[in-house]
């Protein structure tokens, strides 16, 4: 059973473009949100994370959106870059305990 | 600062066999987790552990085995690997409870 819904599975953007990955989650303990990045041959990285307290956060080109009633929340790319290439999780965690990942979503942005 | 090291990055293993996957952590964290990550199913939770002498069980234990006898280092240990253990192993570690975890570059396990 997965803990946190995330979609799409892949997802390709022209330069400049704002992709937009989605996640969602049943469990309401949830108190955690971060975003991974993760590139080839390599760990995940942490990208952005949220608490339910708030309803957007901001990081450089990097923004996460959580809507609580929905029990939904989302990463935007401003102004997306090849660079940006790479596969996006997001998790969620209660009590920063015992952290549940998203599928992973695969991005491509095409020069 | 090397940050989270896992040995070995890649293995191979035959069906049966047991072996022990290294992490180490030089940033003073409490809290370290072992992960692994197959095609299309994300990250998944081996074990994991918050603090010294004390571990506990994620979403996929079995098959695995973890101790913590010091704060630095958490080995997993594959009692008798099987093929369905074939993955990407990833070590990771936090301060506290109020942070996100920082990963290692992973063990490229293979059962055969």
């Known amino acids: 059973q997965q803990q946190v819904k995330q979609s799409p599975q892949s997802l390709i953007v022209q330069k400049g473009g704002i992709p937009i990955i989605n996640c969602a989650y049943e469990n309401t303990a949830f108190d955690y949100f971060p975003w991974y990045q993760q590139f080839p041959g390599k760990g995940p990285a942490l990208l952005i994370a949220i608490r339910p307290d708030v309803s957007e956060k901001k990081e450089g080109r990097f923004t996460i959106s959580f809507n609580k009633s929905a029990k939904q929340f989302s990463l935007h790319i401003m102004d997306s870059q090849p660079g940006d290439s790479a596969t996006y999780f997001c998790?969620?965690?209660?009590?920063?305990?015992?952290?549940?990942f998203g599928t992973g979503t695969s991005l491509t942005v095409i020069p | 600062n090397a940050g989270v090291t896992q040995t070995p990055k890649f293995q191979v293993l035959k069906t049966g066999q047991s072996m022990t996957l290294q992490c180490a952590q030089d940033m003073n964290h409490e809290y370290m987790s072992w992960y692994r990550q197959d095609p299309g199913m994300g990250l998944r939770l081996i074990h994991y552990s918050v603090g010294a002498g004390i571990t506990d069980q994620g979403e996929v234990p079995n098959g695995y085995n973890v101790s913590r006898s010091t704060t630095e280092d958490f080995p997993l240990r594959l009692l008798s690997a099987a093929p369905s253990q074939t993955s990407v192993y990833f070590c990771?570690?936090?301060?506290?409870?109020?942070?996100?975890?920082?990963f290692g570059s992973g063990t490229r396990l293979t059962v055969v």
């Open positions: 990771a570690s936090k301060r506290d409870s109020n942070y996100g975890y920082t």
């Open positions: 998790a969620a965690s209660i009590t920063g305990n015992q952290f549940y």
